[in-house]
């Protein structure tokens, strides 16, 4: 069977602290990145310093009406044993949610993109794109011309995370021509390849997105980190 999705719920619990196997601990807070137009519905999710503005990333396959949607982040803190405060907290990325109906999911399933097939999945295994620049990303199928590729280092894409030093996010930029907008964040711990899953209410209704980016560990134990 594929890798079986997370407590989703439980790492977007404001307040949650757990500990890492090398001994420091991790706190979750909520970071809001404003609202994602969906024009058709259909979400993608990538890389967007490689894949964003080049038409090689494909949605997924569970669309949804369109419309507008909020996106929020699991932002964890972590502290070290002994460490003294200070005013620049290490701070990662758990986790990126667009919501789509305010109920609670009561089932997962892993978001595909066409020609994925969950069925063919060994044990542990899953499908998410891949991550080579540490970042991210949310938006619309129909908004990928409104950004030129962004890899060399210049667009707003990267003038907004050079101009934060490149803190966690969420940022929003928008085309002001037409209204097209990406929501992007860093990526937990970095580059690696990262899955969404899709949530659905008791109707089968999609009720989210989510990708865990593998910071909070499993109840049953602390993360490596």
Same mark, same amino acid.
């Given at each position: 069977?594929?890798?079986? /999705?997370?407590?989703?719920a439980?790492?977007?619990? *404001? !307040?949650?602290s757990?500990p890492y196997?090398?001994?420091? #601990?991790? @706190?979750?807070?909520?970071?809001?990145?404003?609202?994602?137009?969906l024009?058709?519905?259909?979400?993608?999710?990538?890389?967007p310093?490689v894949?964003?503005g080049?038409g090689? /990333?494909?949605?997924f396959?569970a669309?949804?009406? *369109? !419309?507008?949607?909020?996106?929020?982040?699991?932002?964890? #803190?972590? @502290?070290?044993p002994?460490?003294?405060p200070?005013?620049?907290?290490?701070?990662?990325?758990?986790?990126?949610?667009?919501t789509v109906r305010?109920?609670?999911?009561?089932s997962?399933?892993?978001?595909l993109v066409?020609?994925?097939?969950?069925?063919?999945?060994?044990?542990g295994?899953?499908?998410?794109?891949?991550?080579?620049a540490?970042t991210?990303?949310?938006?619309d199928?129909?908004c990928?011309d409104?950004?030129?590729?962004s890899?060399d280092?210049?667009?707003p894409?990267?003038?907004?995370?050079e101009?934060?030093d490149?803190?966690?996010g969420p940022?929003t930029?928008?085309?002001p021509?037409?209204?097209?907008?990406?929501?992007?964040?860093?990526?937990g711990?970095?580059?690696g390849a990262?899955p969404?899953?899709?949530?659905?209410?008791?109707?089968?209704?999609?009720?989210?997105?989510?990708?865990?980016f593998f910071?909070v560990p499993?109840?049953?134990?602390?993360?490596p980190g």
């Open positions: 069977m594929p890798m079986p /999705a997370p407590d989703l439980r790492i977007f619990t *404001p !307040g949650l757990f196997e090398w001994g420091g #601990t991790g @706190t979750v807070s909520l970071a809001a990145g404003g609202e994602l137009w024009p058709t519905g259909r979400l993608v999710a990538c890389d310093f894949a964003l080049s090689e /990333a494909e949605p396959t669309a949804v009406p *369109p !419309g507008r949607y909020p996106v929020d982040l699991s932002v964890v #803190t972590i @502290t070290r002994g460490e003294p200070t005013g620049t907290p290490h701070r990662r990325v758990a986790a990126a949610r667009l305010a109920e609670p999911p009561v997962w399933e892993l978001a066409p020609g994925q097939d969950a069925a063919e999945l060994a044990d295994e899953f499908y998410g794109y891949g991550v080579d540490g991210g990303c949310f938006y199928a129909a990928d409104s950004f030129p590729a890899e280092d210049e667009g894409l990267w003038d907004a995370f101009a934060a490149w803190a966690p940022y930029i928008t085309d021509d037409t209204g097209h907008n990406v929501v992007a964040f860093s990526s711990w970095g580059d990262y969404t899953w899709v949530g659905r209410t008791a109707r089968g209704d999609i009720a989210c997105f989510v990708t865990d910071v499993p109840e049953s134990g602390p993360a």
